[in-house]
């Protein structure tokens, strides 16, 4: 993506010559399209990633810790059933 981005900038601002009214504003949204689309695959994604996992794990670990000791008073004897 970077090596596109700093290809497509030479045309992005128009100093490639004749024909720059065309592809001067079609650089633009491809260098756009790169920049978002690299900052959502490498920043976005991840940290969804993480937020769902960690709140999956979270659950998980609720649902499999032991139940709570019944309360005893100190000497009695624990009912066990």
Same mark, same amino acid.
């Given at each position: 993506?970077? =090596?596109?981005?700093?290809?497509?900038? &030479?045309?992005?601002? /128009?100093?490639? /010559?004749?024909?720059?009214?065309? #592809? @001067? *504003?079609? =650089? %633009?949204?491809?260098? /756009?399209?790169?920049? @978002? #689309?690299?900052?959502?695959?490498?920043?976005?994604? &991840? %940290?969804?990633?993480?937020?769902?996992? /960690? +709140?999956?794990? +979270?659950?998980?670990?609720? +649902? #499999? #810790? &032991?139940? *709570?000791? *019944?309360?005893? %008073?100190?000497?009695? *004897?624990? &009912?066990?059933?």
């Amino acid at each position: 993506a970077l =090596a596109t981005i700093f290809a497509l900038l &030479p045309m992005a601002l /128009g100093i490639t /010559g004749e024909g720059g009214f065309i #592809s @001067t *504003p079609l =650089a %633009v949204v491809v260098i /756009g399209g790169l920049v @978002t #689309s690299t900052l959502l695959t490498l920043v976005l994604i &991840p %940290v969804l990633y993480t937020m769902v996992e /960690g +709140r999956r794990e +979270r659950r998980q670990a609720r +649902r #499999s #810790s &032991p139940a *709570p000791q *019944p309360e005893t %008073v100190a000497g009695e *004897p624990v &009912p066990v059933a």
